[in-house]
């Protein structure tokens, strides 16, 4: 979309001075002034008028005629679909380059195949919510905010362009192998809908790059919402930093790593922590060293989880629980936005334990923390079943509270906004419920 509107706006000015010749094209006079000139009082100088106005649409329809028709639907459908080949391809390069980690074992068979008869029972949602991404007006595709392979975005935008909106910034999740920047797109829509401007970061996954790779593409996506986010119609002031799962991870990652170059009063800072206005962790894991073996039993192998995180002695580097407790960042945790962390109680990928813990040491070291505990939901009830169920969403409603806080008028529009639209049967969410692999 970014590149489609520069080129309109060059063939606007080509047809402009077509019409109009070059001069008057690059004018910049208001249409009711160019049309007051012609209006002469004298009847002979009306006749002249209308007779040269005669003449300038021939030549004008003569000029168009001879232009080739603008392909800029074709174009914009030919890139669409030449990124797709091209991610695609990577993709699966990179799929074949996992199956070598991971080897023949029974557990991430299953997982895999657990992972396609979820995807099967929720299909109905997914073509709905795959629609709104492809061809809704108000989605921005993989707009670029870096150099390395996949550091493209998504921008969800509100209909109501009113006013500058509150932004969130969201990490998504995968396993750190699996994460994809379209798995936001419900939350996207949802957020947009209410007023609320979303930005998918994608970043580079194993075995393409490792934990340090993941954080540097998300802080640099974070760099490149906080300084180009008010062209889009976001509110550089009202930025919230979000992950889910891995994504919180990550993001977590990021916000406590870029308090520590600022401590440090590093020059090299393109964002600053105190942009943003807070920080939302969905049943993400934060302490790395206690989660080794949760992981190798549920499937993520301890040796793929050690290459992801560059090795056993990387791990308290990698664990952002760990690391504002040592004494060194004291100064970093004071730069720290507020953090919520959500969590279901029924979370069996990422134990509600992990948030818990998180959420009680940033209080001990004197972080502004906070925990909501979602009982008896799934890692996957949250983000994924509760939004397709339709009706009303705990999750959503707890983070646009949040985001409008202080907006009286947003806030009078949520408590009556309309609940969210079912978009699969409740029998095929709780059988997908059941044998999701998270």
Known sequence: MFFREHDDQRRFLFLSSALFGADK????????????????????????????????????????????????RQYSLSR??????????????????????????????????????????????????GYYYFFSSQVR??????????????????????????????????????????????????????????ACIDYRNFPQGTISDMVEDASQGISFVCNNIAEYGGDPNRIYLMGQSAGAHIAACVLLDQAIKESGKEESVSWSVSQIKAYFGI????????????????GLYRSIFLSIMEGEEHLR??????????????NAVSLLPPIILFHGTADYSIPSDASKSFAKTLQRVGAQAELILYKGKTHTDLFIQDPMRGGRDELLEDI???????DEEALAKDAIAPPGKRLVPEFMLDLAGKISPF
């Open 317 to 330: 580097r990698a664990s952002p629980e760990v690391m504002v407790q040592d004494v060194s960042n004291r």
């Open 25 to 72: 094209a690059m004018e910049k006079k208001p249409l009711l002034s160019r049309a007051s000139s012609y209006t002469i009082t004298n009847d002979n100088h009306n006749n002249m008028n209308l007779q040269e106005q005669r003449r300038r649409r021939v030549n004008s329809d003569m000029c168009l005629s001879s232009l080739p028709p603008l392909p800029s």
């Open 400 to 406: 646009v509270a949040v985001v409008h806080a202080g």
């Open 141 to 198: 595709r993989s707009i670029v905010y870096g150099d390395q392979p996949r550091n493209r975005l998504d921008l969800y935008l509100p209909i109501n362009s009113n006013g500058p909106k509150p932004v969130v910034a969201f990490v998504t999740g995968g396993a750190w192998i699996i994460g994809y920047k379209a798995w936001g797109s419900l939350l996207g829509q949802q957020l947009a809908e209410r007023d609320i401007i979303v």
């Open 80 to 129: 669409d679909v030449g990124h797709a080949a091209a991610e695609t391809y990577l993709l699966t390069r990179l799929s074949f380059k996992l199956l070598r980690y991971l080897g023949v074992g029974y557990r991430w068979i299953i997982k895999f195949l657990a992972l396609g008869f979820y995807a099967m029972l929720l299909f109905p949602g997914f073509v709905r919510v």
């Open 283 to 298: 049943s993400g894991g934060y302490n790395l060293i206690n989660l080794v073996d949760h992981f190798h039993r549920r």
